[in-house]
């Protein structure tokens, strides 16, 4: 009966990720057009260090993890509804995890279970960053994918059951985190948080058991990561480009560690209450690309608080009894240890809020404390009433964003660009606006492009001993030099840019198409002094 139940969550969950896809539109975003594409595409075709910083900093990213799309486009390019199809199924499997999860912590045997299992899965999945990144190329959801499964496995078999085989167990626990690590780095915070979250268990885990599951880590990290940084060292002299570039010193860029502090904390104040002040209109794309309400990071804020003030009571024996009555107290423990620590190093390093949906389709587990605490004082009717109604206020104030900046109305095809006739010798100048990397591609593979607008952007890429580069590749005399700029561009100091390197004596334009509904782009001939 019970694996009955569990397939029939699946196909509903599948069947729900299908209908927001399908609503939302086809995936159109800024990253895709940047380098999600194009990254797997230039792996393939040795187009790395031949293309100069075609897609700033994204550029140096490891691609392996854009390869199930990269060749889902190109085998399935005419049929886009299949395409975003396959690609939602990384929320339904993320939230069929969460619901895998909350078995493992109620007692799944009692209708309040079964209350709670329900509550978790519905507040954890329908959170704003994993519903707008259904079905897109972005990764977090793939990476939270990895990080829910490892969870799933831990509470099953450390906190639920003790399993015989708890060595082999952590060792493919901690490969899977090193594998989703090495894919992006932001899979780092959970892992950093799963390890810290296990070190408070150590009546049942060993050192030799733990240790095992760091040294396992660290494989998978090689195994995913391992051949991407020699390609990095082998073409840009540091297998992390641009990062600890103060300790590599690779002359393809200044000697500096690269970090992107846009979305940190500005002060103290902001530090300590930061989910509060994602609620202030001024803050609220501090975090995130769009405009947002969202309780969910707020209330997890707020709970976590109320469980390390209130812990001394919590962990009295009397108190474990009664909690263990409706939940398993270790494993909410351990959720919470992997929230604290997970949220404290995010905290201190990206601050980009896409990274957290992990710690947002759990949010319905950690807000059941809620429901828990008062089930164990009161009547469990009067929890489910308490938690229903806050599930409502949660569900009913969650604001939504418009998924323009992600989304086009479906096509004909997934992914597509004019050809430009480009030819052999030609150079093709990138400016800014919206990317248009997402034509390499589809031009003829001869041609070479240089993202000339990257030296607003990521300054601490264009040296000297970049600009001399890109400057003799654009001024060889058997060049044959073109311009490509979304129509939004270029901005006057884009054109301060191209005079830098180009002479201009005139130029034509034109208007080229593509899948990507946002910018209309302009390809233009440019004719050079001499």
Excluded at 70 to 87: E, G, I, R, S, W
Excluded at 177 to 203: D, H, N
Excluded at 231 to 248: A, H, R, T, V
Aim: glycine share 6%.
């Amino acid at each position: 009966m019970t694996r009955k139940i569990d397939v029939t969550v699946f196909i509903a969950l599948v069947v729900i990720g299908f209908a927001i896809v399908f609503s939302l539109g086809q995936d159109g975003n800024w990253d895709l057009a940047n380098y999600h594409y194009y990254s797997v595409y230039a792996l393939l075709n040795g187009r790395i260090g031949f293309d100069i910083v075609p897609s700033g900093i994204q550029s140096y990213f490891n691609p392996i993890a854009d390869v199930p799309f990269y060749f889902l486009a190109k085998t399935f390019n005419n049929f886009p509804h299949f395409v975003m199809a396959v690609q939602s199924l990384y929320w339904s499997l993320c939230v069929f995890f969460v619901y895998l999860i909350s078995k493992n912590i109620f007692k799944i045997d009692t209708k309040f279970g079964k209350f709670l299992s329900a509550f978790s899965t519905v507040i954890g999945g329908s959170g704003i960053i994993s519903i707008v990144e259904a079905g897109s190329t972005f990764n977090d959801l793939t990476i939270a994918l990895a990080a829910l499964v490892v969870i799933f496995i831990l509470t099953k078999n450390v906190f639920v059951k003790e399993t015989k085989n708890l060595t082999l167990t952590l060792a493919l626990c901690g490969a899977i985190l090193g594998v989703a690590t090495g894919l992006k780095p932001s899979g780092l915070i959970f892992s950093i948080g799963i390890f810290a979250g296990l070190i408070f268990f150590r009546e049942k885990i060993s050192a030799k058991s733990f240790g095992i599951m760091v040294l396992s880590f660290f494989t998978g990290y090689i195994l995913t990561y391992g051949w991407w940084g020699y390609i990095l060292w082998s073409k840009f002299g540091n297998p992390y480009f641009p990062y600890l570039n103060n300790f590599f010193q690779s002359p393809y860029g200044f000697v500096q560690s690269y970090a992107d502090i846009r979305h940190l904390p500005d002060n103290v104040l902001q530090t300590l209450f930061y989910p509060v002040y994602w609620l202030l209109p001024e803050f609220n794309q501090k975090c995130i690309e769009f405009a947002n309400r969202d309780f969910r990071f707020v209330s997890m804020f707020f709970a976590s608080l109320l469980v390390l003030v209130s812990y001394g009571f919590l962990k009295k024996p009397e108190t474990v009894e009664k909690i263990e009555s409706v939940a398993n107290f270790g494993a909410l423990k351990f959720l919470y240890l992997f929230l604290i620590v997970g949220y404290i190093f995010w905290l201190n390093t990206s601050s980009i809020l896409r990274y957290m949906v992990t710690y947002e389709l759990l949010s319905g587990l950690y807000l059941s404390i809620i429901p828990i605490l008062v089930a164990v004082y009161c009547k469990k009717s009067v929890s489910a009433v308490v938690a229903t109604v806050f599930a409502l206020l949660v569900l009913l104030s969650t604001q939504y964003p418009s998924a323009w900046y992600t989304r086009t109305y479906y096509r004909d095809r997934t992914i597509w660009c004019e050809d430009l006739k480009l030819p052999d010798n030609a150079v093709v100048c990138m400016l800014g606006g919206f990317p248009s990397q997402v034509f390499i591609p589809f031009q003829n593979p001869k041609a070479q492009f240089v993202y000339i607008h990257g030296e607003i952007g990521y300054p601490f890429l264009y040296n000297d001993f970049m600009k001399k580069k890109i400057d003799g590749i654009i001024n060889d005399p058997e060049k044959e030099v073109f311009l490509i700029y979304s129509i939004c561009e270029p901005a006057p100091v884009d054109w301060d840019v191209v005079s830098k390197y180009i002479n201009i004596d005139d130029y034509t334009c034109e208007t080229v198409k593509s899948t990507f509904e946002i910018p209309e782009y302009k390809f233009c001939r440019l004719k050079k002094n001499k």
